[in-house]
């Protein structure tokens, strides 16, 4: 009856996994996962995104020298590229497992819970940033950023940043193929961009359903 029904969805709740909160997500510290992605596999995420502009799909913003693709509507990247799906989220897995890990991901991940929230391709252009030094990530749990472009041959500028205590932040160095997971709900920002192109796929991932 309806009491089994309550203690269903109360079950349910219990096994959600909490998010941190804004402090604890001040604690942690990105992860960098070296030479996750392989050319054929940047070139395919670049297809993909080429795709999904060819289709006329809304383009988040293109605020100046800053456009976003969402390559997870209708399915797409799910449809096209589910391995290369299962490779980041498996290695979002290993790494929130590890000894620098933050333990937030394995039980949702075990109970088939953990999902895509967005698969976003950004192309950042001179002038292009994630200024604001507060940004996070509402409600997702840990976020994926590969990096698609050659940090000082195809861009200058751009370094993502993780804000550390007031008024200091950290920059993170990562190369083409490389990966850094991070704590959704930790500080970051984007330096701007000074010369040539910036391109990163990012991926969201949260106890949620997944995107159509």
Not at 30 to 58: D, F, G, M, Y
Not at 187 to 212: M, N, S, T
């Amino acid at each position: 009856g309806s009491g089994q029904l309550t203690a269903a969805v109360k079950d349910e709740q219990m096994q959600q996994q909490r998010l941190p909160s804004i402090g604890e997500g001040q604690q942690t510290r990105p992860i960098l996962v070296h030479s996750l992605l392989v050319e054929e596999e940047i070139q395919h995420i670049k297809s993909l995104s080429a795709e999904v502009s060819r289709r006329n799909q809304k383009i988040h913003c293109m605020r100046s020298g800053w456009s976003t693709r969402y390559l997870h509507v209708d399915g797409l990247f799910q449809r096209k590229a589910p391995a290369l799906l299962q490779k980041l989220i498996n290695a979002a897995v290993a790494a929130d497992a590890g000894p620098a890990g933050w333990k937030l991901l394995s039980q949702t991940h075990k109970r088939g819970r953990l999902n895509p929230r967005v698969i976003e391709h950004h192309s950042v252009t001179p002038g292009g940033a994630l200024s604001d030094k507060d940004h996070f990530d509402q409600g997702s749990l840990v976020t994926i950023d590969v990096m698609l472009s050659r940090p000082d041959e195809d861009f200058d500028g751009g370094r993502f940043c993780t804000s550390e205590g007031v008024a200091e932040h950290e920059a993170h160095h990562f190369s083409k193929g490389d990966a850094l997971i991070f704590v959704s709900h930790k500080y970051h920002f984007v330096q701007p961009v000074v010369r040539g192109k910036r391109e990163v796929l990012v991926i969201e991932l949260w106890e949620g359903r997944a995107p159509h």
